[in-house]
Protein backbone atom coordinates (compact mmCIF):
# COMPACT_ATOMS: atom_id res chain seq x y z
CA UNK A 1 0.00 0.00 0.00
CA UNK A 2 2.95 2.61 1.16
CA UNK A 3 4.75 1.88 -2.60
CA UNK A 4 0.93 2.86 -4.66
CA UNK A 5 0.97 5.71 -2.34
CA UNK A 6 4.69 6.89 -3.75
CA UNK A 7 3.66 5.55 -7.17
CA UNK A 8 0.89 8.39 -7.23
CA UNK A 9 2.18 11.01 -5.27
CA UNK A 10 5.26 10.69 -8.07
CA UNK A 11 2.36 10.96 -11.03
CA UNK A 12 0.63 13.77 -9.27
CA UNK A 13 4.21 15.53 -9.19
CA UNK A 14 4.64 14.87 -12.75
CA UNK A 15 1.23 16.25 -13.89
CA UNK A 16 1.63 19.63 -12.14
CA UNK A 17 4.91 20.12 -13.96
CA UNK A 18 3.17 19.50 -17.13
CA UNK A 19 0.83 22.77 -16.69
CA UNK A 20 0.67 24.60 -19.83
CA UNK A 21 2.48 28.17 -19.33
CA UNK A 22 -0.35 31.00 -19.71
CA UNK A 23 -0.13 33.87 -22.05
CA UNK A 24 1.98 37.01 -20.40
CA UNK A 25 2.06 39.87 -22.23
CA UNK A 26 5.10 41.54 -22.61
CA UNK A 27 5.86 45.25 -21.43
CA UNK A 28 6.89 48.07 -24.57
CA UNK A 29 10.95 48.78 -24.87
CA UNK A 30 10.57 52.35 -26.23
CA UNK A 31 14.61 52.27 -25.84
CA UNK A 32 14.46 48.94 -28.14
CA UNK A 33 12.11 50.45 -30.55
CA UNK A 34 14.12 53.30 -31.05
CA UNK A 35 17.30 51.44 -31.43
CA UNK A 36 15.95 49.24 -34.15
CA UNK A 37 14.73 52.36 -36.04
CA UNK A 38 18.05 54.01 -35.85
CA UNK A 39 19.53 51.25 -37.50
CA UNK A 40 17.15 51.18 -40.33
CA UNK A 41 18.98 51.71 -44.11
CA UNK A 42 18.24 51.98 -47.53
CA UNK A 43 21.46 50.37 -48.13
CA UNK A 44 20.60 47.14 -45.92
CA UNK A 45 21.23 44.01 -47.89
CA UNK A 46 17.74 42.93 -46.61
CA UNK A 47 16.50 45.47 -48.15
CA UNK A 48 18.10 44.86 -51.69
CA UNK A 49 16.84 41.26 -51.71
CA UNK A 50 13.57 42.83 -51.07
CA UNK A 51 14.07 44.64 -54.49
CA UNK A 52 15.48 42.11 -56.57
CA UNK A 53 12.50 39.69 -55.97
CA UNK A 54 9.89 42.29 -56.59
CA UNK A 55 11.69 42.67 -59.87
CA UNK A 56 13.41 46.25 -59.01
CA UNK A 57 17.06 44.66 -59.17
CA UNK A 58 20.15 47.40 -59.64
CA UNK A 59 23.40 46.88 -60.87
CA UNK A 60 24.64 49.63 -58.71
CA UNK A 61 24.33 49.45 -54.49
CA UNK A 62 23.40 51.62 -52.55
CA UNK A 63 21.01 53.56 -54.78
CA UNK A 64 21.40 57.12 -55.43
CA UNK A 65 18.06 58.26 -56.69
CA UNK A 66 14.92 57.21 -55.34
CA UNK A 67 11.77 57.61 -57.34
CA UNK A 68 8.07 56.82 -55.92
CA UNK A 69 7.81 53.03 -56.64
CA UNK A 70 10.85 52.18 -55.44
CA UNK A 71 10.29 54.08 -51.91
CA UNK A 72 6.85 52.19 -52.10
CA UNK A 73 8.81 49.22 -51.65
CA UNK A 74 10.87 50.31 -49.29
CA UNK A 75 8.03 51.45 -47.25
CA UNK A 76 6.10 47.79 -47.84
CA UNK A 77 9.77 46.25 -46.34
CA UNK A 78 10.37 48.76 -43.39
CA UNK A 79 7.10 50.01 -42.24
CA UNK A 80 5.93 48.92 -38.79
CA UNK A 81 2.08 49.04 -39.53
CA UNK A 82 2.64 46.99 -42.24
CA UNK A 83 4.63 44.40 -39.83
CA UNK A 84 2.07 44.83 -37.28
CA UNK A 85 -0.67 43.99 -39.54
CA UNK A 86 1.32 41.12 -41.10
CA UNK A 87 1.60 39.77 -37.64
CA UNK A 88 -1.93 39.73 -36.80
CA UNK A 89 -2.42 37.63 -40.13
CA UNK A 90 0.53 35.04 -39.12
CA UNK A 91 -2.11 35.14 -35.52
CA UNK A 92 -4.73 34.64 -37.33
CA UNK A 93 -3.54 31.76 -39.56
CA UNK A 94 -2.50 29.97 -36.45
CA UNK A 95 -5.60 30.09 -34.50
CA UNK A 96 -7.16 28.56 -37.92
CA UNK A 97 -4.65 25.68 -37.62
CA UNK A 98 -4.57 24.88 -34.04
CA UNK A 99 -8.73 24.77 -34.84
CA UNK A 100 -8.40 22.07 -36.97
CA UNK A 101 -7.14 19.84 -34.42
CA UNK A 102 -8.97 17.61 -31.62
CA UNK A 103 -9.45 18.93 -28.49
CA UNK A 104 -6.62 16.96 -25.83
CA UNK A 105 -7.76 14.31 -23.38
CA UNK A 106 -7.10 15.52 -19.88
CA UNK A 107 -6.09 12.91 -17.14
CA UNK A 108 -6.29 14.88 -13.65
CA UNK A 109 -5.26 12.50 -10.17
CA UNK A 110 -6.76 14.09 -7.14
CA UNK A 111 -7.16 12.64 -3.99
CA UNK A 112 -10.14 10.90 -2.72
CA UNK A 113 -12.50 10.21 0.73
CA UNK A 114 -14.32 6.95 0.90
CA UNK A 115 -16.63 6.79 4.40
CA UNK A 116 -17.22 3.36 3.52
CA UNK A 117 -15.24 -0.04 4.60
CA UNK A 118 -12.44 0.26 2.34
CA UNK A 119 -10.36 -2.48 3.90
CA UNK A 120 -7.50 -0.54 4.05
CA UNK A 121 -5.71 1.23 6.88
CA UNK A 122 -7.22 4.77 5.73
CA UNK A 123 -10.45 6.02 4.03
CA UNK A 124 -8.09 8.20 2.14
CA UNK A 125 -6.67 7.32 -1.50
CA UNK A 126 -5.91 8.26 -5.33
CA UNK A 127 -8.21 8.84 -7.94
CA UNK A 128 -7.65 9.56 -11.76
CA UNK A 129 -10.11 11.83 -13.32
CA UNK A 130 -10.13 11.15 -17.54
CA UNK A 131 -11.75 14.04 -19.93
CA UNK A 132 -13.16 12.98 -22.84
CA UNK A 133 -14.13 16.25 -25.04
CA UNK A 134 -16.76 15.91 -27.78
CA UNK A 135 -17.54 18.30 -30.20
CA UNK A 136 -21.42 18.01 -30.96
CA UNK A 137 -23.72 20.15 -33.82
CA UNK A 138 -20.78 20.61 -35.70
CA UNK A 139 -19.22 23.45 -33.26
CA UNK A 140 -15.80 22.47 -34.71
CA UNK A 141 -16.41 22.95 -38.22
CA UNK A 142 -18.43 26.45 -37.34
CA UNK A 143 -15.49 27.39 -35.41
CA UNK A 144 -13.24 26.72 -38.49
CA UNK A 145 -15.08 28.81 -40.52
CA UNK A 146 -15.11 31.55 -38.60
CA UNK A 147 -11.95 31.45 -37.77
CA UNK A 148 -10.76 31.17 -41.96
CA UNK A 149 -13.34 34.04 -42.43
CA UNK A 150 -11.24 36.04 -39.74
CA UNK A 151 -8.05 35.25 -41.45
CA UNK A 152 -9.29 36.69 -44.87
CA UNK A 153 -9.75 39.89 -43.21
CA UNK A 154 -6.19 40.14 -41.86
CA UNK A 155 -5.34 38.73 -45.28
CA UNK A 156 -7.31 42.06 -46.32
CA UNK A 157 -6.19 44.32 -43.23
CA UNK A 158 -2.33 43.93 -44.94
CA UNK A 159 -3.49 45.20 -48.24
CA UNK A 160 -5.35 47.99 -46.23
CA UNK A 161 -2.49 49.19 -44.17
CA UNK A 162 -0.10 48.60 -47.56
CA UNK A 163 -2.79 51.23 -49.30
CA UNK A 164 -2.63 53.76 -46.17
CA UNK A 165 1.01 53.50 -46.17
CA UNK A 166 1.65 54.21 -50.09
CA UNK A 167 -1.02 56.44 -50.23
CA UNK A 168 0.56 58.77 -47.06
CA UNK A 169 4.05 58.45 -49.09
CA UNK A 170 2.90 59.68 -52.36
CA UNK A 171 1.05 62.53 -50.57
CA UNK A 172 4.25 63.50 -48.94
CA UNK A 173 6.36 62.64 -52.00
CA UNK A 174 4.10 65.58 -53.60
CA UNK A 175 4.64 67.98 -50.86
CA UNK A 176 8.17 67.73 -51.02
CA UNK A 177 8.39 67.76 -55.10
CA UNK A 178 6.32 71.58 -54.56
CA UNK A 179 8.59 72.20 -51.88
CA UNK A 180 11.65 71.46 -54.08
CA UNK A 181 10.27 73.38 -56.91
CA UNK A 182 8.98 76.26 -55.23
CA UNK A 183 12.59 76.57 -52.86
CA UNK A 184 14.79 76.29 -56.35
CA UNK A 185 12.06 79.33 -57.86
CA UNK A 186 12.94 81.29 -54.63
CA UNK A 187 16.55 80.83 -54.45
CA UNK A 188 16.46 82.27 -57.84
CA UNK A 189 14.38 84.71 -57.38
CA UNK A 190 16.25 85.56 -53.83
CA UNK A 191 20.26 85.97 -56.21
CA UNK A 192 18.48 87.66 -59.19
CA UNK A 193 17.01 90.76 -56.61
CA UNK A 194 20.99 90.33 -55.01
CA UNK A 195 22.08 90.87 -58.24
CA UNK A 196 19.64 94.00 -58.98
CA UNK A 197 20.53 95.51 -55.54
CA UNK A 198 24.20 95.49 -56.20
CA UNK A 199 23.75 97.30 -59.75
CA UNK A 200 21.27 99.72 -58.06
CA UNK A 201 23.81 100.37 -54.82
CA UNK A 202 26.32 101.10 -57.39
CA UNK A 203 24.15 103.45 -59.41
CA UNK A 204 23.59 105.37 -55.79
CA UNK A 205 27.23 106.11 -55.77
CA UNK A 206 27.04 107.73 -58.73
CA UNK A 207 24.20 109.66 -57.85
CA UNK A 208 22.15 107.91 -60.24
CA UNK A 209 19.25 106.81 -58.37
CA UNK A 210 17.63 107.70 -54.57
CA UNK A 211 17.99 106.38 -51.38
CA UNK A 212 14.46 105.36 -51.03
CA UNK A 213 14.99 103.21 -54.56
CA UNK A 214 17.73 101.60 -52.66
CA UNK A 215 15.67 101.27 -50.13
CA UNK A 216 12.84 99.50 -51.52
CA UNK A 217 14.93 96.95 -53.16
CA UNK A 218 16.44 95.99 -50.06
CA UNK A 219 13.22 95.45 -48.32
CA UNK A 220 12.13 93.16 -51.22
CA UNK A 221 15.35 91.56 -51.22
CA UNK A 222 14.58 90.87 -47.24
CA UNK A 223 11.02 89.52 -48.18
CA UNK A 224 12.49 87.21 -50.57
CA UNK A 225 15.20 85.92 -48.45
CA UNK A 226 12.30 85.42 -45.66
CA UNK A 227 10.31 83.67 -48.28
CA UNK A 228 13.68 81.36 -49.18
CA UNK A 229 13.47 80.68 -45.43
CA UNK A 230 9.62 79.31 -44.98
CA UNK A 231 9.71 77.33 -48.64
CA UNK A 232 13.24 75.55 -46.91
CA UNK A 233 11.01 74.76 -43.67
CA UNK A 234 8.38 73.22 -45.55
CA UNK A 235 11.01 71.40 -47.46
CA UNK A 236 12.43 70.00 -44.90
CA UNK A 237 8.76 68.84 -43.31
CA UNK A 238 7.91 67.23 -46.82
CA UNK A 239 11.43 65.19 -46.38
CA UNK A 240 10.34 64.31 -42.46
CA UNK A 241 7.09 62.83 -43.83
CA UNK A 242 8.34 61.04 -46.34
CA UNK A 243 11.14 59.63 -43.87
CA UNK A 244 7.94 58.70 -42.04
CA UNK A 245 6.12 57.25 -44.29
CA UNK A 246 8.65 54.84 -45.75
CA UNK A 247 9.79 54.14 -41.98
CA UNK A 248 13.55 54.99 -41.69
CA UNK A 249 15.47 57.73 -39.93
CA UNK A 250 15.35 61.11 -41.40
CA UNK A 251 19.00 60.99 -42.10
CA UNK A 252 19.01 58.03 -44.47
CA UNK A 253 16.91 60.32 -46.93
CA UNK A 254 19.15 63.78 -46.40
CA UNK A 255 22.35 61.59 -48.35
CA UNK A 256 19.82 60.72 -51.24
CA UNK A 257 18.68 61.98 -54.38
CA UNK A 258 15.04 62.10 -55.62
CA UNK A 259 13.19 61.58 -58.99
CA UNK A 260 9.95 63.12 -59.92
CA UNK A 261 9.61 62.13 -63.05
CA UNK A 262 6.50 60.40 -61.70
CA UNK A 263 4.66 63.16 -59.71
CA UNK A 264 6.11 65.82 -62.29
CA UNK A 265 3.79 65.02 -64.84
CA UNK A 266 -0.13 65.43 -64.82
CA UNK A 267 -1.92 62.15 -64.89
CA UNK A 268 -3.37 61.11 -68.01
CA UNK A 269 -7.22 60.79 -68.91
CA UNK A 270 -8.52 57.47 -68.59
CA UNK A 271 -10.61 57.73 -71.67
CA UNK A 272 -8.08 59.92 -73.90
CA UNK A 273 -9.08 62.08 -76.88
CA UNK A 274 -11.96 61.05 -79.15
CA UNK A 275 -12.54 57.82 -76.72
CA UNK A 276 -15.81 57.43 -76.34
CA UNK A 277 -17.91 58.56 -73.27
CA UNK A 278 -20.71 56.71 -71.32
CA UNK A 279 -24.39 58.73 -72.21
CA UNK A 280 -27.64 57.40 -71.58
CA UNK A 281 -28.99 56.41 -75.18
CA UNK A 282 -28.52 53.06 -76.24
CA UNK A 283 -25.54 51.91 -77.76
CA UNK A 284 -27.87 50.77 -81.22
CA UNK A 285 -28.85 54.52 -81.85
CA UNK A 286 -25.41 54.69 -83.79
CA UNK A 287 -26.55 51.63 -85.91
CA UNK A 288 -30.32 53.60 -86.11
CA UNK A 289 -28.42 56.87 -87.59
CA UNK A 290 -26.19 54.54 -90.09
CA UNK A 291 -29.16 53.24 -91.60
CA UNK A 292 -30.87 56.96 -92.10
CA UNK A 293 -33.66 56.36 -89.38
CA UNK A 294 -35.41 59.04 -87.40
CA UNK A 295 -37.97 58.86 -84.89
CA UNK A 296 -39.66 61.11 -83.09
CA UNK A 297 -39.78 60.82 -78.65
CA UNK A 298 -43.38 60.20 -78.68
CA UNK A 299 -43.69 57.63 -80.69
CA UNK A 300 -44.42 56.79 -84.84
CA UNK A 301 -42.04 57.01 -87.42
CA UNK A 302 -41.00 59.88 -89.80
CA UNK A 303 -39.91 57.81 -93.15
CA UNK A 304 -41.82 56.02 -95.89
CA UNK A 305 -41.37 52.50 -94.58
CA UNK A 306 -43.84 50.77 -92.20
CA UNK A 307 -42.60 51.01 -88.43
CA UNK A 308 -41.40 47.45 -86.77
CA UNK A 309 -44.52 46.20 -85.06
CA UNK A 310 -43.72 46.04 -81.12
CA UNK A 311 -45.56 42.49 -80.75
CA UNK A 312 -42.75 40.93 -82.06
CA UNK A 313 -40.14 42.18 -81.16
CA UNK A 314 -38.36 40.62 -77.73
CA UNK A 315 -35.87 42.23 -75.26
CA UNK A 316 -32.11 41.66 -75.70
CA UNK A 317 -29.25 42.49 -73.16
CA UNK A 318 -26.26 43.63 -74.22
CA UNK A 319 -23.27 45.08 -72.35
CA UNK A 320 -22.18 48.54 -73.25
CA UNK A 321 -19.43 50.76 -72.36
CA UNK A 322 -19.36 50.36 -68.38
CA UNK A 323 -23.55 50.45 -68.69
CA UNK A 324 -25.88 47.59 -69.20
CA UNK A 325 -28.83 48.48 -71.97
CA UNK A 326 -32.05 46.85 -72.66
CA UNK A 327 -32.71 46.81 -76.38
CA UNK A 328 -36.06 46.23 -78.23
CA UNK A 329 -35.44 45.55 -81.71
CA UNK A 330 -34.97 42.60 -84.06
CA UNK A 331 -32.28 40.39 -83.57
CA UNK A 332 -30.00 40.65 -86.38
CA UNK A 333 -29.56 44.76 -87.61
CA UNK A 334 -27.86 44.07 -91.03
CA UNK A 335 -27.91 46.04 -93.85
CA UNK A 336 -31.34 44.21 -94.77
CA UNK A 337 -33.07 45.57 -91.88
CA UNK A 338 -31.17 48.85 -93.03
CA UNK A 339 -34.18 48.71 -96.10
CA UNK A 340 -37.26 48.15 -94.65
CA UNK A 341 -36.97 48.62 -90.68
CA UNK A 342 -37.85 52.10 -89.02
CA UNK A 343 -36.70 52.32 -85.44
CA UNK A 344 -38.75 52.62 -82.35
CA UNK A 345 -37.80 55.94 -80.59
CA UNK A 346 -38.94 54.41 -77.04
CA UNK A 347 -37.23 50.90 -78.01
CA UNK A 348 -33.52 51.20 -75.82
CA UNK A 349 -33.81 51.92 -72.23
CA UNK A 350 -30.84 53.01 -70.52
CA UNK A 351 -30.09 50.32 -67.77
Not at 229 to 234: F, G, P, Y
Request: glycine share 10%.
Amino acid sequence: MKRVAVTALAVTLMLAGCARESYRPKPPDPDGSAAALAVRSLASGELRRYLDAQGRSQQSWPRQSWDLSSLTLAAVFHHPEIEVARARARLAAAEKDTSKTRLPYTLTARPEFNDKESGGDTPWGMGVLVGLPLDTGGKRQARTEQLERIEEAAKLEVAVATWRVRSRLRRHFVDLYVADRTRKALDAEHSERGRLLALMEKRLSAGMVSAADVSALRIRQAESGLALQRAAVRQDQALAGVAEAVGVPLAELERVEFDFAAVSQPAPRSGGRGAPANRAYPPDRSAAQACGLRGRRGGGETGGGPAVSRHHTRPRLFLGRGREHLVRGRPERGAADCKNARADPRGGIAA
